[in-house]
C-alpha cells in the first residue's frame, strides 16, 4: 500500500528533473548575457544609439505594451499568412516532383539557386504589386522565403524513402496516391518540420523586413524604423526584441506540433534521453 505514492512520484520527480536540466542552461545563459550587457553599457557609458541598456529597454517596453502588443498582431498576421503560402506551395511542389524524380535534379538545383538572391529584396516589389498597406506584400515575402527551404527539403524526404518498403508496396499494387499518402508523406514529416521550424523565423525577418519599405502605420517594422528614425533607440530595441520573441514562439510552436505529429520519430526519442 506504501508503495504505490512512491511509484506515481518517481515518473513526476523524474520528469522535473528533466525539465529543470533542459532550462537551466537556457535560463543561466541569459541571465549572464542580459547581466553583462548592462555591465558593459554602465562600465563604458556606451551611448544609447549604439546600444540601450537592457534596463532601458526593458522600461520603453512597459511604457509602450500596449502599442508594441498591437502592432505585433499585425505583423504576426502577415506571418503566419506567409508561412501557410510558402509551405502549402513547397510541398504541393515538392508532391509533384516526388512523382517525376528525373527532373527532381535540375528543379532543386535551380531553387538553392535562386534562394541565395536577396528574397526580401522583393519588397519594394511586392509592395508595388499589392499595396502597401496590403497584408499580402508582407505576406508575399514571407511565402517566398519559407518556399524554397519546404520544397528541397521535402523533396529529399519524399525521395528519400526505402526501396524495400517501395517494393512492398509495388507488390500490394498500390496506386501512386497511396504510395504517396501512406510511404512518402511519413518519410518526408521529419524533413517538412525542420524546413518549417528554418521557415518560421524567415518568415519574421522577411514581414518586419518588408515593413521597413512600407506598411500599415500599426506594424511592428514599421514602429521598430519610426522609432529609430525619432530616434527613440531603446523603444527601437523593445520593438526588436518582441519581433525576436515572435520567431522563437513559432519555433517552439512548430516543435510542439511536430511531437503531436510524430511522436514515433527516433529523433524526438533521442532528445528526450
Same mark, same amino acid.
Request: proline share 5%.
Given at each position: 500500500m506504501s508503495t504505490t505514492p512512491l511509484t506515481r512520484s518517481a515518473p513526476s520527480a523524474a520528469a522535473l528533473r528533466t +525539465? =529543470?536540466?533542459? $532550462?537551466?542552461?537556457?535560463?543561466?545563459?541569459? @541571465?549572464v548575457i542580459l547581466g553583462s550587457w548592462q555591465l558593459v553599457v554602465?562600465? !563604458?557609458?556606451? %551611448? /544609447? !544609439?549604439? @546600444?540601450?541598456?537592457? =534596463?532601458?529597454?526593458? #522600461? +520603453? !517596453?512597459?511604457?509602450? $505594451?500596449?502599442t508594441i502588443m498591437s502592432a505585433s498582431v499585425i505583423t504576426v498576421r502577415a506571418v503566419l499568412l506567409g508561412l501557410l503560402l510558402g509551405a502549402v506551395a513547397g510541398v504541393s511542389v515538392a508532391l509533384a516532383l516526388s512523382r517525376f524524380p528525373g527532373v527532381s535534379g535540375p528543379v532543386l538545383t535551380a531553387a538553392v539557386i535562386i534562394n541565395c538572391a536577396p528574397i526580401v529584396a522583393l519588397a519594394p516589389i511586392f509592395n508595388n504589386w499589392f499595396g502597401v498597406t496590403n497584408p499580402?506584400?508582407?505576406?508575399? =515575402?514571407?511565402?517566398?522565403?519559407? $518556399? !524554397?527551404p @519546404?520544397? =528541397?527539403?521535402?523533396?529529399?524526404?519524399?525521395?528519400? @524513402? /526505402?526501396? &524495400?518498403?517501395?517494393?512492398?508496396?509495388? /507488390? &500490394? +499494387? +498500390?496506386? %501512386?496516391?497511396?504510395?504517396a499518402l501512406m510511404l512518402r508523406l511519413p518519410n518526408a514529416l521529419p524533413y517538412l518540420f525542420?524546413? &518549417?521550424?528554418?521557415? #518560421?523565423?524567415?518568415?519574421?525577418?522577411?514581414?518586419?523586413v518588408t515593413e521597413y519599405f512600407g506598411g500599415p502605420s500599426n506594424?511592428?517594422?514599421?514602429?521598430?524604423?519610426?522609432?529609430a528614425a525619432l530616434p527613440r533607440f531603446e523603444y527601437a530595441w523593445a520593438g526588436i526584441a518582441v519581433a525576436?520573441?515572435?520567431? &522563437?514562439?513559432? $519555433?517552439?510552436a512548430t516543435s510542439l506540433l511536430e511531437r503531436l505529429l510524430m511522436p514515433w520519430h527516433e529523433s524526438l526519442h533521442d532528445s528526450d534521453s
Open positions: +525539465a =529543470v536540466g533542459r $532550462f537551466l542552461p537556457v535560463v543561466l545563459t541569459a @541571465v554602465t562600465i !563604458f557609458d556606451v %551611448p /544609447s !544609439f549604439i @546600444v540601450p541598456a537592457p =534596463v532601458e529597454i526593458s #522600461s +520603453a !517596453f512597459r511604457s509602450e $505594451f500596449g499580402m506584400s508582407k505576406a508575399g =515575402v514571407a511565402a517566398v522565403m519559407v $518556399f !524554397f @519546404v520544397l =528541397v527539403n521535402t523533396t529529399r524526404g519524399l525521395l528519400q @524513402v /526505402s526501396p &524495400l518498403h517501395l517494393e512492398i508496396m509495388q /507488390s &500490394l +499494387a +498500390a496506386q %501512386p496516391r497511396q504510395v525542420n524546413a &518549417l521550424k528554418l521557415g #518560421s523565423t524567415l518568415a519574421v525577418i522577411g514581414v518586419i506594424a511592428l517594422g514599421v514602429y521598430i524604423a519610426y522609432q525576436s520573441a515572435l520567431g &522563437l514562439l513559432l $519555433f517552439g
